[in-house]
């Protein structure tokens, strides 16, 4: 069974920095990419960072992605936050097999290439 756990949420100042956390289980990076995901209230999930054994990306240059895969877990560092960073933030498994684009790389992916979602974790920026 695959789970995703995200943690590291918190409240926050402006300013300030959060790394988030995504352990996983049931599956390997060598086989699944993992996707941040941030949802602000009445809005839709948008992708904030991606990384796979072959790429990565962030949407904005004061985060970091990376992975470890000894832990199997995947951390999301966000530096300088802004109030507009707000949200939930879901980490998201997708593999080389999703239909839409089928290639274990983050070019391309949207929430629909997801397999397997975590619960989300909270953060919020204070101004």
């Known amino acids: 069974e695959v789970q995703l756990v995200e943690s590291g949420g918190g409240l926050v100042q402006a300013g300030g920095s959060l790394r988030l956390s995504c352990a996983a289980s049931?599956?390997?990076?060598?086989?699944?990419?993992i996707h941040w995901f941030r949802q602000a209230p009445g809005e839709e999930r948008e992708g904030v960072a991606c990384v796979t054994k072959i790429d990565w990306y962030t949407v904005q240059a004061r985060f970091l992605v990376s992975s470890d895969g000894a832990k199997n877990t995947v951390y999301l560092q966000m530096n300088n936050l802004k109030v507009e960073d707000s949200g939930v933030y879901y980490c998201a498994a997708f593999s080389s097999l999703t239909p839409r684009t089928p290639a274990l790389s983050c070019v391309d992916k949207i929430a629909y290439d997801m397999d397997y979602w975590g619960k989300g974790t909270q953060v919020t920026v204070s101004s």
């Open positions: 049931g599956l390997t990076f060598d086989d699944y990419g």
